[in-house]
């Protein structure tokens, strides 16, 4: 037992430190590859401070590749970890002057430990989703609104990470922002038409309201609710997810860091209870 113990102990250390040195590495190797010193914005200009926000609002015109690192531990007496590394590039294509396109991708790379002692680890890369917002360029009001189709595709390496099933659904999101706040709300609803009959039908909702205020510094306090309802199993997962973040300039390339605490306000039997996040990500602006 004591061996188990710790080799679990040590898979969390090493999925840790991995994600880590990953994420400032990619960071390091950005900014030497610069002409410049690495710069943190002290007291940024009114274009880094346009670019904190616009990271924070889902349809902006405005390339980000996130690198979210999630450890979440589950609530029986083992805590086991699942570590994921969702690769998020968001990426707008301007149709017209009047309409934007843009593509939200969720590709994750997951490594998870056994929650019944005997059972074994598993890691791979699991489902990608991929959702396209239509989004118009003005609204009375102020208000910024995209919708279009949310695709999910069976891109699982295991069985025991994905659903095995194309699945395809519509997806919203409407906002408000001013010079500090954003807050709005993200929602998809995805089912299954085609994939491996032996799997279970994937009938799921998510609505996820989020709310964040950014200082002029470039510093940011956030907050988000993304729930999912599985219609088939008839079970919530409800994380409730808040931390800060900080738009900073390393050499020529804008980069935010995020640290988030979650807890799970609902969740199925041996899901993760609670978690940590930490997310580098890469600002490219036009």
């Known amino acids: 037992m ?12 090493v999925a840790l430190v991995g994600a880590l040195a990953f994420s400032i590495g990619m960071a390091h190797a950005v900014a030497a590859s610069g002409d410049t010193p690495v710069v943190v914005s002290g007291a940024p200009g009114a274009a880094e401070s346009s670019l904190a926000l616009k990271l924070h609002n889902p349809m902006a015109d405005l390339v980000t590749v996130p690198l979210e690192n999630d450890f979440e531990f589950s609530a029986d007496a083992r805590h086991a970890l699942t570590y994921t590394l969702n690769v998020q590039p968001v990426i707008p294509f301007e149709l017209t002057k009047d309409w934007l396109l843009v593509t939200r991708t969720i590709i994750p790379f997951i490594s998870q430990e056994a929650v019944v002692a005997g059972d074994r680890d598993l890691t791979g890369l699991g489902d990608i989703n991929q959702s396209f917002f239509f989004s118009p360029a003005k609204l009375a009001g102020g208000w910024i609104v995209g919708a279009g189709p949310v695709l999910q595709y069976p891109t699982a390496t295991r069985a025991d990470l994905g659903a095995g099933k194309w ?11 001013d010079d500090h706040w954003t807050f709005g709300v993200l929602a998809n609803q995805i089912w299954s038409f085609a994939g491996n009959h032996n799997r279970e039908l994937v009938n799921t909702a998510e609505v ?15 907050f988000d609710g993304g729930s999912t309802y599985d219609w088939v199993q008839r079970q919530w997962s409800v994380p409730l997810t808040a931390g800060v973040s900080r738009l900073v300039t390393l050499g020529k390339q804008s980069v935010s860091f995020g640290l988030d605490g979650r807890w ?21 602006p036009k």
């Open 167 to 177: 699945g395809a659904g519509p997806t919203f999101a409407v906002l408000q922002q």
């Open 264 to 284: 799970y306000v609902e969740h199925a039997i041996g899901a993760p209870a609670w978690g940590i996040v930490f997310t580098v990500t890469f600002l490219f």
């Open 208 to 222: 996820d309201p989020f709310i964040s205020y950014t200082w002029a510094n470039n510093f940011t306090v956030e």
């Open 2 to 13: 004591k061996m188990k113990v710790t080799r679990i102990t040590n898979q969390r250390a």
